[in-house]
């Protein structure tokens, strides 16, 4: 089957080639989907560095979320037919033809929803909504992102407003060339703050922008409480309830 393998880890445009992968044949409690659309996260990528938490051995092929159809059933699965449309994340592979997932972690997609959404419906949607539960934010708070305008930042400001409809987003955003995106006001980003890059989060972000102080701050990869006085910098913040 066709696949995008890399053999070394390094930049996905360097390592990464198309080639030729036996279909692989799913285990007990397995399934095998055939590829349909598969996305390409920035995990992913960072997977392909050889930098992201999980290492896969080599020669491997690259993916982590799809949708597809099911053509294969391993022993012992029930509840999931051949030909069913589904879709599934945090599994390996998924940029190839054929992929292997493990049933319980197989979503049905209904007809309403278009391959385009179901392939990127779980991972980042999931972080978003995980990060809005753990923040606990109540109408009429800021929450603000730093460089969020990736899916989970979408995503985020997008179940906020869905919520209360009174949450209001603060985002302080990279410049794409000196330019900030114009659609991110559609998403519920009510005001924002372009600034550039000097190091991978690391940029200062000044609460004095929002007027309040900040009782939650989510640091990337670490999280960390923070409290800060109007006008305070704090840097490498990613996301920030304030209060």
Not at 105 to 122: T, Y
Request: with cysteine; proline share 8%; glycine share 12%.
């Amino acid at each position: 089957m066709r696949s995008a393998i890399h053999t070394t880890f390094g930049e996905p445009a360097d390592v990464l080639a198309l080639g030729e992968s036996p279909v692989p044949q799913p285990g007990a409690g397995e399934v095998r989907i055939k590829t349909i659309l598969a996305p390409i996260h920035n995990h992913d990528l960072w997977t392909i560095r050889g930098k992201y938490g999980y290492k896969p051995t080599l020669p491997a092929i690259g993916g982590s979320e799809a949708v597809g159809t099911v053509d294969a059933l391993g022993e012992g699965v029930e509840g999931i037919a051949i030909g069913q449309r589904v879709m599934a994340a945090s599994v390996h592979g998924t940029w190839a033809e054929h992929f292997i997932a493990p049933a319980r972690m197989v979503i049905p997609v209904p007809d309403a929803i278009a391959d385009e959404a179901a392939a990127q419906l779980i991972a980042m949607p999931l972080s978003a909504l995980m990060l809005l539960e753990f923040l606990q934010a109540e109408p009429g708070q800021w929450i603000v992102q730093n460089t969020a305008n990736g899916a989970v930042g979408k995503t985020l400001a997008m179940l906020a407003a869905a919520r209360g409809g009174e949450h209001r987003q603060g985002l302080a955003d990279r410049a794409v060339g000196g330019v900030l995106p114009n659609p991110l006001p559609a998403f519920g980003l009510q005001e924002f703050q372009p600034h550039q890059r000097t190091q991978r989060h690391a940029d200062p972000l000044r609460c004095r922008s929002v007027g309040a102080g900040v009782r939650h701050g989510e640091d990337h990869p670490r999280r960390s409480e923070h409290v800060l006085r109007p006008g305070d910098v704090h840097r490498g913040l990613h996301h920030a309830l304030v209060d």
